[in-house]
């Protein structure tokens, strides 16, 4: 209890049967401070939560996203040189989840304090973070900033964890410095660059961002490293995005292709092209 932390539980841990100002000032009673300062202390934590004159009122007063915001103010008046937040948005609906994200993140560049963030939701985490460590099993497998995580994943698990993500059997056929020559499962044999360290006997997949895939109904209709037929098994719309699934022979699974353009001419059973360029393509190890 002496150490400089604090925490924001999910259900928010509010005592019903006091005011946000007693909740807010309940961690300062052996501070010892004057009233005058007690009640500084509170008013500048309502305030760093935008719930001003606030104080009278009881948990079951006030909405989900106001009694988040006094749990965030309660654990902030203590001053914590770290908040530890234990999916604090978890009981929210995605609308106001959403907008406390981005008031989340608003509150720790004011206070400059370092926010804990524990989260299974891939999107809240990279929306939030500058930094994001993805656990499996009590392990570490990668800490990256979300851009990095996204587009450079190490393994498979953070790969397919964080976003959609296409993987293909691959095998690497020769190595030269960080050249690595890579047959990939009916795309043929290619040239892809490899950073890490890597022998010819590892067992590797190649991953590909449905986002770096693009679809057409003519194979001469985009220039690509790669060209590719298929047909499309089944489309998902989600307003702003359209995911589609198309089938190749030879390959078990679908690959996931999705995009924000208007899919004329491409239809469910239909024919088409999926295009990708090698600088998109991921070398990733199996193990």
């Given at each position: 209890?002496?150490?400089?932390?604090?925490?924001?539980?999910?259900?928010?841990?509010?005592?019903?049967?006091?005011?946000?100002?007693?909740?807010?000032?309940?961690?300062?009673?052996?501070?010892?401070?004057?009233?005058?300062?007690?009640?500084?202390?509170?008013?500048?934590?309502?305030?760093?939560?935008?719930?001003?004159?606030?104080?009278?009122?009881?948990?079951?007063?006030?909405?989900?996203?106001?009694?988040?915001?006094?749990?965030?103010?309660?654990?902030?008046?203590?001053?914590?040189?770290?908040?530890?937040?234990?999916?604090?948005?978890?009981?929210?609906?995605?609308?106001?989840?959403?907008?406390?994200?981005?008031?989340?993140?608003?509150?720790?560049?004011?206070?400059?304090?370092?926010?804990?963030?524990?989260?299974?939701?891939?999107?809240?985490?990279?929306?939030?973070?500058?930094?994001?460590?993805?656990?499996?099993?009590?392990?570490?497998?990668?800490?990256?900033?979300?851009?990095?995580?996204?587009?450079?994943?190490?393994?498979?698990?953070?790969?397919?964890?964080?976003?959609?993500?296409?993987?293909?059997?691959?095998?690497?056929?020769?190595?030269?410095?960080?050249?690595?020559?890579?047959?990939?499962?009916?795309?043929?044999?290619?040239?892809?660059?490899?950073?890490?360290?890597?022998?010819?006997?590892?067992?590797?997949?190649?991953?590909?961002?449905?986002?770096?895939?693009?679809?057409?109904?003519?194979?001469?209709?985009?220039?690509?490293?790669?060209?590719?037929?298929?047909?499309?098994?089944?489309?998902?719309?989600?307003?702003?995005?359209?995911?589609i699934y198309v089938e190749i022979e030879g390959?078990?699974?679908?690959?996931?292709?999705?995009?924000?353009d208007a899919l004329e001419g491409l239809t469910?059973?239909?024919?088409?092209?999926?295009?990708?360029?090698?600088?998109?393509?991921?070398?990733?190890?199996?193990?």
């Open positions: 209890n002496l150490r400089p932390t604090n925490m924001v539980f999910q259900n928010y841990a509010i005592f019903p049967h006091i005011n946000v100002k007693k909740n807010i000032e309940f961690g300062l009673r052996k501070e010892k401070l004057s009233k005058d300062a007690l009640d500084k202390r509170v008013k500048d934590a309502l305030r760093m939560v935008q719930l001003e004159g606030y104080e009278d009122r009881y948990s079951n007063q006030l909405s989900g996203g106001q009694r988040q915001r006094i749990a965030l103010a309660r654990a902030l008046v203590k001053q914590p040189k770290v908040l530890l937040l234990d999916e604090p948005l978890g009981a929210l609906d995605k609308k106001l989840r959403e907008e406390m994200q981005l008031e989340l993140r608003k509150l720790q560049r004011s206070v400059g304090i370092t926010f804990i963030f524990v989260t299974h939701d891939q999107e809240e985490a990279m929306t939030m973070s500058d930094r994001v460590a993805v656990m499996n099993k009590g392990k570490i497998l990668q800490i990256s900033p979300p851009r990095d995580l996204y587009n450079n994943p190490k393994n498979l698990f953070v790969g397919d964890f964080i976003g959609q993500i296409n993987f293909l059997e691959s095998e690497i056929k020769s190595i030269d410095s960080n050249n690595i020559n890579v047959l990939i499962n009916k795309l043929g044999e290619h040239t892809l660059t490899y950073s890490g360290n890597i022998n010819k006997e590892e067992s590797i997949v190649c991953a590909i961002r449905p986002e770096t895939i693009q679809i057409g109904n003519n194979p001469d209709q985009i220039k690509s490293d790669i060209t590719i037929k298929g047909k499309i098994a089944n489309t998902s719309f989600y307003g702003n995005m359209t995911y390959i078990a699974k679908t690959l996931m292709v999705s995009t924000s469910y059973d239909s024919e088409c092209y999926i295009n990708i360029n090698l600088k998109d393509i991921r070398l990733i190890k199996k193990n």
